[in-house]
Nanobody
Framework: QVQLVESGGGLVQPGGSLRLSCAASGSIFSIYDMAWYRQAPGKERELVARSRSSGSTIYPDSVKGRFTISRDNAKNTVYLQMNSLKPEDTAVYYC????????????????????WGQGTQVTVSS
């Protein structure tokens, strides 16, 4: 069983910063892309940042220059550093990862799938 657990959300004033973390745990063989999405009330879930296994990153224009995604592969963890936060950044932020799990006994690769965290609330307000 693979799990993603996020942390680091909260209330911050406009112009402030927050750092989100997401740790993957369980019977993991390999992690490929890791990403952050967000969903505001009444809106669709949208991509915030993606870290490809190749090392490249992708950001939408709405967060480019303000948000930075990074990962610690040794810890199976991805981070999202958010600076210069705006009220429109208020949303529930979700961690997403493309993970191949493994058989517990042999450690051989099993199946590959898309996993999501439970979400963490980020509120930007004065």
């Amino acid at each position: 069983q693979v799990q993603l657990v996020e942390s680091g959300g909260g209330l911050v004033q406009p112009g402030g910063s927050l750092r989100l973390s997401c740790a993957a745990s369980g019977s993991i063989f390999s992690i490929y892309d890791m990403a952050w999405y967000r969903q505001a009330p009444g809106k669709e879930r949208e991509l915030v940042a993606r870290s490809r296994s190749s090392g490249s990153t992708i950001y939408p224009d709405s967060v480019k220059g303000r948000f930075t995604i990074s990962r610690d592969n040794a810890k199976n963890t991805v981070y999202l550093q958010m600076n210069s936060l705006k009220p429109e950044d208020t949303a529930v932020y979700y961690c997403n990862a493309d993970i191949q799990d493994k058989f517990l006994g042999s450690g051989l690769p099993r199946s590959r799938g898309d996993y999501w965290g439970q979400g963490t609330q980020v509120t930007v307000s004065s």
